[in-house]
């Protein structure tokens, strides 16, 4: 789930959803705009590990923040951070 938040664009989908709500897939491409195929497979790198989730609405996808999605990074930092200083003593 951290490599998934790893990309600088997913990371900013991520904080966008957080702070401003649903969004239609249109009004979540970075700028400077990146191919759509591209955005596409971050959008669904992001679906598969389970942080957003997508509902169509005729022509357009509104993407949300999975309820949990902070919940479960905020989990995961601390095991790998733990893991990591752990590993050096």
Same mark, same amino acid.
């Given at each position: 789930m951290l490599a998934a938040v790893a990309d600088p664009i997913r990371l900013e989908v991520i904080d966008r959803l957080q702070r401003e709500g649903t969004r239609c897939v249109c009004d979540l491409q970075p700028a400077p705009p990146i191919p759509g195929n591209q955005f596409s497979y971050h959008l669904k790198? /992001? %679906?598969d590990c389970g942080l957003v989730t997508a509902a169509r609405r005729g022509r357009w996808v509104d993407y949300t923040l999975a309820e949990d999605a902070l919940d479960r990074l905020h $989990? $995961? /930092?601390p095991? %790998?951070?733990?893991?990591r200083q752990g590993a050096r003593v």
């Open positions: 790198v /992001l %679906r $989990a $995961a /930092l095991q %790998r951070i733990g893991a």
